[in-house]
């Protein structure tokens, strides 16, 4: 059984940052790519942001571009999610994705609040 287990999120100031770590059970080059979605109370889940396992290759939503930074440590089975200058609209629970070939696991998530 793959697990996803999320970890970093919590209570932070508009402006603040927080790091979000998604750790896997099994090797991530298993996947081709990995990512971080979100979902507010009321709405659906939305991608963040994307990183494919061998090249690199990043792709964000547009709200997060500039602010948001998805890497991976292929050593530590880690994929990380650095989020900085964050707003109200930030605010979700945050989840961890493993795709491909032909799987998709998700992690439980991780409450991002981001308050005044």
């Known amino acids: 059984q793959v697990q996803l287990v999320e970890s970093g999120g919590g209570l932070v100031q508009i402006g603040g940052s927080l790091r979000l770590s998604c750790a896997v059970s099994i090797g991530i080059f298993s996947f081709n790519q990995m990512g971080w979605y979100r979902q507010a109370p009321g709405n659906q889940r939305e991608l963040v942001a994307t990183?494919?396992?061998?090249?690199?290759?990043?792709n964000y939503a547009d709200s997060v571009k500039g602010r948001f930074t998805i890497s991976r440590d292929v050593a530590k089975n880690t994929v990380y999610l650095q989020m900085n200058s964050l707003r109200p609209e930030d605010t979700a629970v945050y989840s961890c994705?493993?795709?491909?070939?032909?799987?998709?696991?998700w992690g439980q998530g991780t409450q991002v609040t981001v308050s005044s």
């Open positions: 994705n493993a795709f491909g070939p032909r799987v998709s696991y």
């Open positions: 990183i494919t396992v061998l090249g690199g290759n990043t």
